[in-house]
């Protein structure tokens, strides 16, 4: 059994952090295609935003990072989102334009792929029943 030792505070994981090229444009698909919600759009820094989006009622969100220097767009974000309905995302997806997977993998659970208008990639996985 691993041993913690000395705990930290830490109690959730808040904000996963997302490289676009136009956070404008980030900002409508996210809204609009995926349905998120807007959490927090505020200025900082020099003429810079921070704008976080998330699932109704999820925990932890999205900040849409403006990429600058070496920061690559285009990325395996390797973020799965959870949903209850992998194949009735998949099509309404598809049906306005997203880029998504060709079909739905049904195994180890159905879920697929979808791409942002930057190419970085996220999942959609759905929850085996009785999970939320």
Not at 48 to 58: D, F, N
Not at 67 to 79: E, L, P, Q, R, Y
Not at 85 to 103: C, I, K, M
């Amino acid at each position: 059994m691993f041993e913690t030792g000395t705990r930290s505070h830490i109690s959730d994981v808040r904000t996963v952090g997302v490289p676009v090229s136009d956070q404008e444009r980030a900002l409508a698909f996210y809204v609009s295609e995926l349905g998120f919600e807007k959490r927090l759009d505020v200025p900082f820094g020099d003429g810079l935003r921070w704008i976080e989006v998330a699932p109704s009622g999820a925990t932890t969100s999205l900040a849409l990072l403006p990429a600058a220097g070496h920061t690559a767009i285009g990325i395996d974000t390797h973020i799965r989102l959870a949903t209850g309905d992998a194949a009735a995302d998949h099509a309404e997806l598809a049906s306005r334009g997203v880029d998504v997977d060709a079909e739905v993998i049904p195994y180890p659970v159905p879920m697929f792929s979808l791409r942002d208008p930057d190419g970085n990639t996220l999942y959609l996985v759905q929850q085996p029943s009785g999970q939320s």
